[in-house]
């Protein structure tokens, strides 16, 4: 089992930005995919990026390019989601997931097992 804790979330005005963490306490990612995804009530969870931490490739959604960034830490052992120009519809849920490396990053909440709680990114007018 992979626990997987995500930190950074909060309150921010629009046009801020936000930088999300995601940290496997006692694991190493680097034979995993990480993802992000983000959850509205009602709504489907969508992919927002990814990354694969073997050779770093990163896919983003259309909604996140040119705004959001994800990286790995090798030193820090974390995934982050450096987030710009936050706009009112990015408020939502995000979750961090992950699966043993794949050939591809997955796009699908079904691409990944392991889950973070998810952190609250509220941001206002």
């Known amino acids: 089992q992979v626990q997987l804790v995500e930190s950074g979330g909060g309150l921010v005005q629009a046009g801020g930005s936000l930088r999300l963490s995601c940290a496997a306490p006692?694991?190493?990612?680097?034979?995993?995919?990480v993802g992000w995804f983000r959850q509205a009530p009602g709504k489907e969870r969508e992919f927002v990026a990814g990354?694969?931490?073997?050779?770093?490739?990163?896919y983003y959604a259309d909604s996140a390019k040119c705004r959001f960034t994800i990286a790995r830490d090798n030193v820090k052992n974390t995934v982050t989601l450096q987030m710009n120009s936050l706009m009112v519809e990015d408020t939502t849920v995000y979750y961090c997931?992950?699966?043993?490396?794949?050939?591809?990053?997955?796009?699908?909440?079904?691409?990944?097992?392991?889950w973070g709680q998810g952190t609250q990114v509220t941001v206002s007018t």
């Open positions: 006692g694991r190493t990612f680097s034979v995993y995919t």
């Open positions: 997931a992950a699966e043993l490396t794949t050939s591809r990053i997955g796009m699908s909440p079904l691409d990944y097992t392991y």
């Open positions: 990354v694969r931490w073997s050779g770093g490739s990163t």
